[in-house]
């Protein structure tokens, strides 16, 4: 199995940056995709960004509409971590960040992964 372990949120201002780390721990050798999704209160979890590779080796990334240009996906090889970089925060980004892990070439998609973190809280003030 691979096990999540999700930090870094907390409560910010808008405009304000934030970083998820997400560190990845047991058969980290079968992931071949890794992805941030989020789920705001009274709506549905939602893709944020997600990163392809062999094993842990990213060689492309895609990003919802809604984060592009605001948020950065990438990851650390030799310490099987995986982040989020968190710009220009605005209210609407409030929500609880899930850190996903799978084998498949999907990225988009919850049934793409396999593995789940526990979450971690991100609140957004005005």
């Known amino acids: 199995q691979v096990v999540l372990v999700e930090s870094g949120g907390g409560l910010v201002q808008a405009g304000d940056s934030l970083r998820l780390s997400c560190a990845a721990s047991?058969?980290?050798?079968?992931?071949?995709?890794m992805g941030w999704f989020r789920q705001a209160p009274g709506k549905e979890r939602e893709f944020v960004a997600g990163?392809?590779?062999?094993?842990?080796?990213?060689?492309?990334?895609y990003y919802a509409d809604s984060v592009k240009g605001r948020f950065t996906i990438s990851r650390d090889n030799a310490k099987n971590t995986l982040y989020l970089q968190m710009n220009s925060l605005k209210p609407e980004d409030t929500a609880v960040y899930y850190c996903?892990?799978?084998?498949?070439?999907?990225?988009?998609?919850?049934?793409?992964?396999?593995?789940w973190g526990q979450g971690t809280q991100v609140t957004v003030s005005s």
């Open positions: 996903a892990a799978g084998v498949r070439a999907g990225l988009s998609s919850d049934s793409d992964y396999d593995y």
């Open positions: 047991g058969r980290t050798y079968n992931i071949y995709i």
């Open positions: 990163i392809r590779g062999i094993r842990w080796s990213g060689g492309y990334t």
